[in-house]
């Protein structure tokens, strides 16, 4: 099936214009705009253009290895794959429930995740966009200016990552390449003096989280009519939810809410995901498109993430998060709000809540424990999911007799979204480029409504040379008549 | 939270950027493995999977910082040179080149820039799950033969 503007009626002489790879996003993205001769938008795609072989890349393995191998498929969100992976895992060795210590440990290291990915997707990938505006200065649009402008705020970002790498450091083992979660429970718990480290930083970094909630709800309501409309569209909504309804990032059921807010399904257990959610597969993308099977691909697509966790849930439990989450359900007026900027706001509401929840994990005793792995009975089958920083991310294993891993399935947070955001791009082409020409800054706005959703193309390599933004504009007979790239402009040819 | 170590931190900070996955790419890990065997004095040896803004932090209080990184193109089999800070496009990524490190050094911290050096290894292959190949393995003694003989003169 083909959504509007998805494929154009008749795409031969139409004008083509390619961003790739977009910038602040990571990995291999790249997004495709067909402009007629009055340059009327008839057609926008979000490409993935690298095919990752992920896999491929884990079958084979003895499963244990898997926890630490899958780490390397992604330098942005390691942990995430980590303890999706040691979830997973779990099951194949035969462990429902861990131990107090282990859960706890487990939790703390993903808050700590969350916590400092959050940071710098607000401080540093968007700030610039939402403090200066979308087609400002490019030369000032990036967190060297924001540092210039707002040098307390660029501050608040730095230290915040260190603080949620230092949490993953203390509960890993490492700042990165970390080996804290393993099948059945974690191989370390936390000293008395390591958490008083980090407990004498945590109050302080709760204020600054407070901060940064109010600097978002700010530029929000500000602007509330930008914001409420920019690339904004009704969707469904998916994540895990906790026991009652609470927001939990690190374990719980599958929820899912229909545009309006009702649910579709509840209390679903993740380990048979693949009787709600299937996918669909486009010619034009290496990517899928994930959507509810019950509802079929055009009605059941769906939006992960921030802005579906905020208002899936039915409470936060941490008290200064749940008071800002009242207060951005009420901004909805009773209904579920569809802004795509307001990713940003539900974004630093989590930030607030892992901060929370982060103190409250240094305040238990259980994580100094030393009731660290349980056994059980094995099993072929393994499903781990968790609420990573860009959204529900499932890592599903088949382990054979000989302990090594013969099939693996994984969908990441980014694929959920996938239709999501070719929906909210092809929303702003439509309101901002139709009729107008193209520059930078027009073509910015594409990048601002992707960047919301804080995609994790990934999971490229970053060798030196190998990072540049390319925006290349083709004529109706498909010559490349101009190339800009980010910190220079030169002609083709 | 402060901006500023604590005490007893090594004048020299070495950080190797890579994924030991991805092929050419892990020649920035295994360049920090290699030099922990040599257990050199006053050196701290750090790895990552990519430069990112908090790194700035690790460069406070320093007398020397050498970056190593696998290079896509360039000299072979490697280059060796001084960085200087730099709001590059890599200033709006995900993963931050050396002089964008820099650059936010001086933006976040009131500290003396120290001097700081890329030591940029020439790679080939980057695919995920494949070995490193036998060029960059080259390359890459030969970058650490010029770097020890440099860090221990």
Request: charged residues 25%.
């Amino acid at each position: 099936m083909s959504f509007e503007l998805e494929t154009a009626a008749n795409p031969a002489g139409l004008q083509r214009v390619v961003i790739e790879p977009v910038s602040r996003v990571e990995g291999h993205g790249k997004v495709s705009i067909l402009l007629d001769d009055d340059d009327q938008v008839k057609q926008v795609r979000l490409h993935i253009v690298e095919f990752r072989g992920f896999e491929k890349f884990i079958q084979g393995r003895p499963y244990w290895e898997i926890p630490v191998m899958v780490q390397r498929l992604c330098g942005i969100c390691p942990v995430s794959h980590h303890l999706a992976a040691a979830k997973a895992l779990d099951q194949v060795v035969g462990v429902d429930h861990l131990t107090p210590t282990a859960d706890k440990i487990r939790r703390l290291m993903h808050y700590g995740q969350i916590l400092q990915s959050h940071a710098l997707h607000f401080f540093h990938l968007s700030s610039p966009d939402l403090l200066f505006g979308f087609d400002s200065e490019v030369a000032k649009r990036n967190i060297v200016g924001v540092a210039a402008e707002f040098p307390e705020i660029a501050r608040q970002g730095v230290l915040l990552r260190r603080f949620g790498q230092e949490v993953i450091r203390v509960t890993a083992g490492k700042r990165v390449h970390g080996t804290g979660a393993i099948p059945g429970g974690v191989n370390k718990a936390v000293t008395r003096e390591e958490r008083d480290v980090l407990l004498k930083d945590i109050y302080q970094i709760i204020g600054w989280c407070r901060s940064a909630v109010a600097l978002a709800k700010r530029l929000h309501l500000a602007n509330a009519g930008l914001y409420n409309s920019f690339g904004a569209f009704r969707s469904n909504l998916l994540s895990l939810v906790g026991p009652r309804g609470a927001l939990d990032l690190y374990h719980g059921t599958l929820r899912a809410r229909d545009s309006a807010g009702e649910i579709i399904f509840d209390g679903v257990d993740y380990s048979r995901y693949w009787e709600y959610l299937t996918e669909e597969v486009k010619p034009w993308s290496y990517m899928k498109f994930p959507y509810i099977r019950e509802l079929g691909a055009e009605e059941g697509w769906y939006k992960v993430g921030p802005l579906a966790r905020v208002q899936n849930c039915d409470f936060i439990p941490t008290p200064f998060a749940d008071a800002e989450r009242r207060e951005f359900v009420d901004f909805g007026g009773g209904l579920p709000v569809h802004a795509t900027l307001a990713y940003h706001w539900a974004r630093m509401i989590e930030l607030l809540f892992s901060a929370e929840a982060i103190k409250d994990l240094l305040h238990d005793d259980d994580i100094l424990g030393d009731e660290l792995v349980v056994e059980g009975e094995h099993r072929e089958r393994g499903v781990g999911v968790i609420e990573a920083p860009r959204g529900t991310l499932i890592h599903h294993y088949r382990v054979n007799e000989d302990d090594v891993v013969v099939r693996a399935n994984l969908i990441v947070s980014t694929t959920h979204n996938n239709q999501a955001m070719n929906e909210s791009i092809r929303h702003v082409a439509k309101r901002y480029l139709n009729g107008r020409k193209l520059t930078e800054g027009l073509l910015n706005h594409i990048e601002v409504a992707i960047r919301a959703f804080d995609p994790c193309l990934s999971c490229a390599t970053h060798a030196l040379g190998r990072m540049p933004l390319r925006i290349e504009l083709f004529d109706a007979e498909g010559a490349c008549i101009d190339t800009l790239v980010k910190d220079s402009h030169e002609r083709c040819g | 939270m402060r901006l500023n170590p604590g005490p007893g931190i090594a004048p020299r900070l070495i950080i190797g950027i890579g994924n030991p996955s991805r092929g050419d790419d892990a020649i920035g890990p295994l360049a920090i493995e290699r030099l922990e065997a040599l257990a050199l004095p006053d050196v701290e040896l750090l790895t990552d999977f990519q430069l990112q803004v908090e790194h700035a932090l690790d460069l406070v209080g320093r007398r020397e910082v050498v970056f190593i990184d696998a290079a896509a193109s360039g000299a072979a089999p490697f280059s060796f040179e001084p960085a200087a800070p730099a709001a590059d496009a890599s200033a709006t990524s995900h993963a931050l080149s050396p002089a964008a490190v820099l650059q936010a050094f001086l933006r976040v911290t009131d500290e003396p820039l120290p001097p700081a050096f890329v030591l940029a290894v020439r790679g080939y292959e980057f695919e995920l799950g494949a070995p490193m190949s036998a060029a960059a393995a080259r390359n890459l003694d030969a970058a650490l033969e010029m770097l020890v003989s440099r860090l221990t003169d």
